[in-house]
């Protein structure tokens, strides 16, 4: 009787262990030290916050950055929409919100680049000016590099795309490309919080 029972249920297999991607890891390893990076430089931010004995201060100069923010945390979504067609094969689609991704992260960054021209020529903000200017440029300029750099990785993900040399098979490539871009996004939320809203009171 046991015997018939054991023959009838099914027997399940073990699934080989793997080593785990390369990429994923090596990922990883750079967004953890990204991160301890952006640590360093948001816990001086945050120490030397309303330390200037001199203006302008914060809440003089500093306006809160809805559209350059909503374009870039909506980057994230539109990457994701991308990563999605190009598991379909719907290259056409993947380089339109590929495209628009970029287009995003573009705009953000001609916001910065436009804010630090008001805060410089018109403001007299300059990185030498007191303690909020070099730990404001510091920490937002730290950020804008990892713009720069992301934008840089999705625009050579495009054109290798536009040449047909991207398809599904290299969708964890492109993966990777959209971790760190995501983790750009997560970074803005704490300098948004940090730079933009609790140093307005100072």
């Known amino acids: 009787m046991d015997n018939a029972i054991n023959q009838t249920l099914p027997v399940e297999e073990e699934t080989p262990w793997r080593l785990p991607s390369i990429r994923k890891v090596a990922m990883i390893c750079l967004i953890t030290t990204e991160t301890a990076l952006f640590t360093i430089f948001v ?12 203006g302008p201060y914060p809440y003089e100069v500093l306006h809160f950055p809805w559209w350059a923010s909503a374009a870039l945390f909506g980057s994230s979504g539109t990457i994701m929409i991308a990563e999605h067609y190009l598991k379909k094969g719907k290259h056409g689609l993947f380089n339109l919100w590929w495209f628009i991704t970029i287009a995003l992260g573009t705009y953000f960054l001609g ?88 140093s307005m009171n100072y």
């Open 111 to 198: 916001f910065t680049a436009y804010e630090w021209y008001v805060l410089i020529y018109k403001e007299g903000l300059t990185i030498s000016t007191n303690v909020f200017g070099s730990t404001f440029y510091s920490l937002v300029g730290l950020h804008a590099s990892h713009v720069i750099v992301g934008l840089f990785l999705l625009t050579i993900i495009l054109i290798s795309s536009f040449r047909k040399k991207i398809d599904h098979e290299h969708h964890e490539h492109v993966e990777m490309i959209s971790w760190y871009w995501h983790f750009v996004d997560a970074i803005w939320v704490v300098v948004l919080l940090v730079v933009y809203v609790l």
């Open 43 to 54: 816990v001086a931010y945050l120490f030397y916050i309303g330390k200037s004995l001199n």
